[in-house]
């Protein structure tokens, strides 16, 4: 009898436990999981493991069959925008720009939805970039007459648009933000303080034999209503692709390349008076003239273009591809950074794993612990696929770089007969530190555009945790009743024996 009813308590205080543990465990997972992806705390880093199932953004093909280019934003109530070009061919110019948004973090997307046409005419559009700062999201994309190359001097519409929506993406207002003389072209912009835009931007002289190009800088200081032209910070026949960012006290930073034949470099040019002037441009890679382009034939076509970005320390880091490893001859992406505002660098480091083929068109994120997140895409043989790889810094100094594993993130090729996947790819993190990607790619025998979103180490998703926590209670539910009616039937055994012994005495 005494071990029945200690089996009895036994199970009784299983039971008990689990009623304790089992909502933790519900909590806890669904803690873990938002719309569909892998989440966490804003206080834990998060750890990829793999990337999601792919997603088609790119639904539309009733005009053009071709989407290239493209550019991310997360609001900071985890609203996601995407933009790219569409084109009439996988290796042709930008026709028009188009924006998908989603409401639940990536797990089902809005319709694509053109841009509309500066003052109501016929443009061409190329170059999306979005930016999110303060409630509003911002589309900056370059908008020409397409009569303007037949006739560059002819007073056709050549600038860049930027179109602002305080509704997110409901409803767009076009500015023109841009007053060059030449073919507007390769915009980034930034938002700072006081919603004050920044837009830098190459400005071609396509009748100029050599291209000349003047990088010049526009502000708007009534949150994106109108832009006035506060700077040129240089000109050459072989600048390309400004890229601005702001540090943590509001100062501009602006990188380039430089892009002869034979090789060339990357500049960085800084402001410390709101854009209004900018120092003297300064050499980053002190150790030789690699930058290249190499233009698309036979394979994907390859630029040398910086992205730069300040963490929460206003550390300078610098991310581009180039052609350093001279004995392979293949594009590699690197990183170097600055404690001093760019007055001096760290030496280069390789962020690709392999030295075989070609890896190119990266770009970062950096989250709130200074880890580096870093995509690309990396051709190896005929083929291409966008990958992802970050970068811890440790030690007193942050000097020693700690690379993670690289992890593929598209779920199937690109053949490199596809030449024009565009000049970049993005990455953002939403709130949770949860890395979301888009990216150019040919699976279907034209380019569209993708999306995924990186899982974590947390391995309960809430569904199996239900259904365990379900199995677990019939379980323990079903033992507990079994040895109950087990112990009533030994018991009333043992009062018929009991109650025979004394009859018999």
């Known amino acids: 009898m005494n071990g029945i009813r200690k089996s009895y308590i036994f199970l009784t205080s299983i039971m008990l436990f689990l009623a304790f543990l089992l909502p933790f465990l519900i909590f806890v997972s669904a803690n873990s999981f938002a719309a569909g992806s892998l989440s966490l705390s804003?206080?834990?880093?998060?750890?990829?493991?793999?990337?999601?199932?792919?997603?088609?953004?790119?639904?539309?093909?009733?005009?053009?069959?071709?989407?290239?280019?493209?550019?991310?934003?997360?609001?900071?109530?985890?609203?996601?925008?995407?933009?790219?070009?569409?084109?009439?061919?996988?290796?042709?110019?930008g026709a028009r720009v188009s924006i998908v948004r989603s409401l639940d973090r990536g797990k089902t997307w809005t319709q694509p939805y053109d841009m509309p046409m500066f003052g109501g005419t016929f443009t061409r559009q190329s170059d999306p970039w979005?930016?999110?700062?303060?409630?509003?999201?911002?589309?900056?994309?370059?908008?020409?007459?397409?009569?303007?190359?037949?006739?560059?001097?002819?007073?056709?519409?050549?600038?860049?648009?930027?179109?602002?929506?305080?509704?997110?993406?409901?409803?767009w207002t076009p500015v023109q933000a841009s007053n060059g003389t030449h073919f507007a072209?390769?915009?980034?912009?930034?938002?700072?303080?006081?919603?004050?835009v920044y837009l830098v931007y190459d400005d071609a002289d396509v009748e100029d034999p050599n291209g000349?190009?003047?990088?010049?800088?526009?502000?708007?200081?009534?949150?994106?209503?109108?832009?006035?032209?506060?700077?040129?910070?240089?000109?050459?026949?072989?600048?390309?692709?400004?890229?601005?960012?702001?540090?943590?006290?509001?100062?501009?930073?602006?990188?380039?390349?430089?892009?002869?034949?034979?090789?060339?470099?990357?500049?960085?040019?800084?402001?410390?008076?709101?854009?209004?002037?900018?120092?003297?441009?300064?050499?980053?890679?002190?150790?030789?003239?690699?930058?290249?382009?190499?233009?698309s034939g036979g394979s994907a076509g390859k630029l040398t273009l910086p992205v730069v970005k300040f963490d929460n320390d206003d550390r300078l880091y610098v991310l581009w591809a180039d052609k350093f490893d001279q004995v392979t001859n293949t594009?590699?992406?690197?990183?170097?950074?600055?404690?001093?505002?760019?007055?001096?660098?760290?030496?280069?480091?390789?962020?690709?794993?392999?030295?075989?083929?070609?890896?190119?068109?990266?770009?970062?994120?950096?989250?709130?612990?200074?880890?580096?997140?870093?995509?690309?895409?990396?051709?190896?043989?005929?083929?291409?696929?966008?990958?992802?790889?970050?970068?811890?810094?440790?030690g007193v100094e942050r000097s020693n770089a700690v690379l993670s594993d690289e992890i593929v993130i598209a779920n199937e090729d690109t053949s490199s007969l596809f030449t024009r996947p565009g000049e970049y790819m993005s990455i953002q993190l939403d709130q949770y530190g949860i890395p979301h990607v888009v990216w150019s790619d040919g699976r279907n025998n034209e380019m569209d555009i993708y999306y995924a979103y990186g899982l974590t180490?947390?391995?309960?998703?809430?569904e199996l945790v239900f259904i365990i926590v379900i199995v677990l209670i019939i379980g323990t539910i079903s033992v507990v009743v079994i040895f109950h009616y087990r112990h009533r039937r030994l018991l009333s055994k043992y009062k018929k024996e009991e109650k025979q012994i004394k009859n018999e005495q």
Request: aromatic share 16%; hydrophobic share 30%; charged share 20%.
């Open 42 to 93: 804003q206080e834990t880093e998060a750890t990829i493991l793999e990337f999601s199932s792919n997603k088609l953004l790119s639904t539309d093909d009733n005009n053009y069959a071709h989407h290239v280019e493209v550019s991310m934003a997360i609001s900071d109530d985890g609203t996601f925008f995407v933009g790219w070009k569409n084109s009439e061919t996988h290796n042709g110019g």
């Open 130 to 171: 979005l930016y999110w700062y303060n409630g509003t999201i911002y589309y900056a994309y370059l908008e020409y007459d397409p009569n303007y190359f037949n006739n560059p001097s002819g007073g056709y519409l050549t600038q860049i648009t930027i179109a602002k929506s305080t509704n997110y993406g409901v409803t």
């Open 185 to 196: 072209d390769k915009e980034t912009i930034v938002v700072g303080e006081n919603d004050t």
């Open 212 to 295: 000349n190009a003047t990088i010049r800088v526009t502000r708007s200081i009534d949150g994106g209503d109108s832009y006035q032209e506060i700077s040129v910070i240089g000109e050459d026949e072989f600048y390309v692709g400004p890229y601005i960012t702001l540090n943590g006290s509001g100062d501009a930073f602006v990188a380039w390349s430089w892009v002869p034949d034979g090789g060339g470099n990357l500049y960085l040019s800084k402001s410390l008076n709101k854009g209004i002037t900018f120092d003297t441009p300064r050499i980053i890679n002190k150790d030789g003239n690699y930058s290249a382009i190499e233009p």
């Open 331 to 394: 594009f590699d992406v690197y990183l170097r950074y600055s404690d001093n505002y760019g007055s001096n660098w760290s030496e280069r480091i390789r962020v690709n794993p392999l030295t075989a083929g070609n890896q190119w068109n990266p770009d970062m994120v950096i989250d709130q612990t200074g880890k580096l997140h870093i995509v690309y895409y990396s051709e190896l043989g005929n083929n291409y696929r966008s990958y992802y790889r970050t970068i811890n810094f440790m």
């Open 457 to 462: 180490t947390l391995p309960f998703p809430i």
